[in-house]
C-alpha cells in the first residue's frame, strides 16, 4: 500500500473503532487516542527514557502525557517551532522555570511557558519522541503527510545536537500498529522503540536514518522559508 491509503485505513479505523480521542476527526493529524497516557507510562519505564536530561517531542495531542511525564521527572522538553519557521526555531520548557507542569506542555500554553531559543542554546537532545500515524515493528513510520517531523530530525543531525545513538521513539495505540508494507525512503527516520498502552517493541530495525538534510529534496522556496536551512546553505 502507499502511505496515503495506509493513512486512510488508521484514521477510519481508529475513528470507527471508538479509538480516537479529541481532537476531533481523527483525520489529517497526529491522532490522539484511548490510553495514551498508559502508553507515556510504558515509555517512561524504558531505559531510553530513565537515560534522558533532555527530549526533543512533538506538540500533538497524544504525547502530551509523554511531555508532562517529562517534566514532572526534571526532563527539559524541547519541541519545534511550527514549520521551523524562525531562526530561534526551538521552543525550550525548562522544568525549573515552571510552576504548573499540567498546563506548561500543552498546545494552548507552551508559548507562554516556553522560551524560544536558537540552535546554538540547545545543549543537547537525549531521546527524541515522535507522533506517528502507523508504524510496524520494523520500525517503519509514517506522519501526517507534510514532512516535517523527518526535516526537524534532520536539522538536529545537521546541527550535531543528535546521532546514531539517540533513542527515537513513538507512543501508539496498537490499532497504529500495522501489517500493511510500505516503500521507506531515505528521509524517513526509523522508530526505535515503539511503545502501545499494552507494550514496548524494541525494532532493532534495519533501516538508516538520515545522516542530514537531503538538500535536493527541498526547492529554493523551502529553503528561504526556514531560517536555519537558509544559514547552514
Known amino acids: 500500500m502507499d502511505k496515503d491509503a495506509v493513512r486512510e485505513a488508521v484514521w477510519d479505523e481508529l475513528e470507527d473503532s471508538g479509538v480516537a480521542r479529541f481532537p476531533f476527526p481523527p483525520h489529517d493529524r497526529i491522532p490522539n487516542f484511548a490510553g495514551a497516557a498508559d502508553a507515556a ?39 519545534a517551532v511550527p514549520r521551523l519557521r524562525e531562526a530561534e ?20 500554553s507552551m508559548d507562554e ?50 546521532d546514531d545513538e539517540t533513542p527515537v521513539v513513538t507512543t501508539v495505540h496498537e490499532r497504529q500498529v500495522r501489517e500493511e508494507e510500505w516503500t521507506v525512503d531515505d528521509h524517513d527516520v526509523p522508530m526505535d522503540l515503539l511503545v502501545t498502552p499494552e507494550r514496548v517493541v524494541e525494532t532493532g530495525t534495519p533501516y538508516e536514518r538520515p545522516a542530514g538534510v537531503d538538500w535536493d529534496l527541498l526547492d529554493e522556496e523551502r529553503i528561504e522559508e526556514i531560517p536555519v536551512l537558509a544559514e547552514r546553505r
Do not use: H
Open 41 to 79: 507510562e510504558r515509555l517512561a519505564g524504558t531505559d531510553a527514557w530513565e537515560r534522558a536530561d533532555a527530549i526533543k517531542a512533538n506538540p500533538d495531542a497524544p504525547q502530551l502525557p509523554v511531555r508532562r511525564r517529562a517534566l514532572r521527572e526534571g526532563k527539559t522538553v524541547y519541541m
Open 89 to 108: 526555531c526551538f521552543l525550550e520548557l525548562d522544568p525549573a522555570e515552571i510552576d504548573d507542569v499540567e498546563s506548561a506542555p500543552t498546545v494552548s
Open 113 to 162: 511557558y516556553g522560551r524560544q531559543v536558537g540552535p546554538e542554546d540547545v545543549e543537547s537532545v537525549d531521546l527524541i519522541v515522535s507522533g506517528s500515524v502507523a508504524v510496524d515493528e520494523d520500525g517503519a513510520r509514517i506522519g501526517k503527510g507534510e514532512g516535517f517531523s523527518d526535516l526537524e530530525y534532520a536539522v538536529l543531525r545537521e546541527l550535531d545536537l543528535v
